[in-house]
């Protein structure tokens, strides 16, 4: 939607800190937070025409469709945390089994050496 020769996407990223100096929008990031969507729809209703104002139905369903998708970033990012802990603990396993391994043949090599001398002992 164009207001006074501004375009809202223009203006609201203006207002996050991106400068427009003349640059072609796609140049500019074009990944949305939630923050900038509700500027962007605050934007939207302040300059909406006052004779043929959007129907509540298309907000809605963008919320709702900005909603989900957030959901889903967020199961994603959990989903992600799990696996990356999943992954570490099976390091921390697999380092305490070989370590419980180094044991068990440090105690078989001391019980060989023990049988060894005993009967090395008895040969003489």
């Known amino acids: 939607m ?3 020769g501004y ?5 609201v990223y203006f207002n996050n ?3 427009n100096n003349g640059e072609n929008t796609q140049n500019i ?4 937070d939630k923050d900038t969507f509700l500027k962007l729809l605050i ?14 139905k298309e907000f809605i369903a963008q919320l709702a469709q900005f909603s989900s998708l957030e959901q889903m970033q967020n199961l994603n990012k959990n989903i992600t945390d799990i696996g990356n802990e999943i992954l570490q603990s099976m390091d921390y396993l697999n380092l305490n089994s070989i370590e419980a391994n180094v ?4 105690e078989l090599i001391n ?3 023990a049988m060894e001398s005993y009967f ?5």
Request: a negative charge; hydrophobic letters at 25%; proline letters at 5%.
């Open 29 to 32: 990031n074009n990944e949305l």
């Open 17 to 19: 800190g991106y400068k």
């Open 120 to 124: 090395n002992q008895d040969n003489q």
């Open 2 to 4: 164009e207001v006074n």
């Open 103 to 106: 044991e068990i043949l440090k």
């Open 43 to 56: 934007t939207q209703l302040a300059n909406q025409n006052p004779l043929n104002p959007v129907e509540d």
């Open 111 to 113: 019980i060989r050496k």
């Open 7 to 11: 375009e809202n996407i223009r203006y």
